[in-house]
Nanobody, 115 residues
């Protein structure tokens, strides 16, 4: 049974926006910092953004100023608001704890940005 379920991906033109969601149990949320990761074809999975249990956020340089990570602890939901999307943002996006745990990798959600 999947414990983390991502949604919200899609196809968007460059410059567009998408909002990703990740549904998790409140048990997981209460105990972990949470992150979004992504993997583009032919590339290794990379860390995109992290939010700690108390709400401190950290972003990788390529998304800083364009992406916003947030969390709803009461409902066990993680969000990634993405603006000014670029073709190089095309990837499968995953949520996981930070550090990531193998058991929590889900199917991810595909984001495709067309030029």
């Amino acid at each position: 049974q999947a414990q983390l379920v991502e949604s919200g991906g899609g196809v968007v033109q460059a410059g567009g926006s998408l909002r990703l969601s990740c549904q998790a149990s409140r048990y997981i949320f209460a105990r972990h910092d949470m992150s979004w990761y992504r993997q583009a074809p032919g590339n290794q999975r990379e860390l995109v953004a992290t939010i700690t249990r108390i709400g401190r956020t950290v972003y990788t340089g390529s998304v800083k100023g364009r992406f916003t990570i947030s969390r709803d602890n009461a409902n066990g939901t993680l969000f990634l608001q993405m603006h000014s999307l670029k073709p190089e943002d095309t990837a499968v996006y995953y949520c996981n704890t930070n550090p990531a745990q193998r058991v929590f990798w889900g199917q991810g959600t595909q984001v495709t940005v067309s030029s």
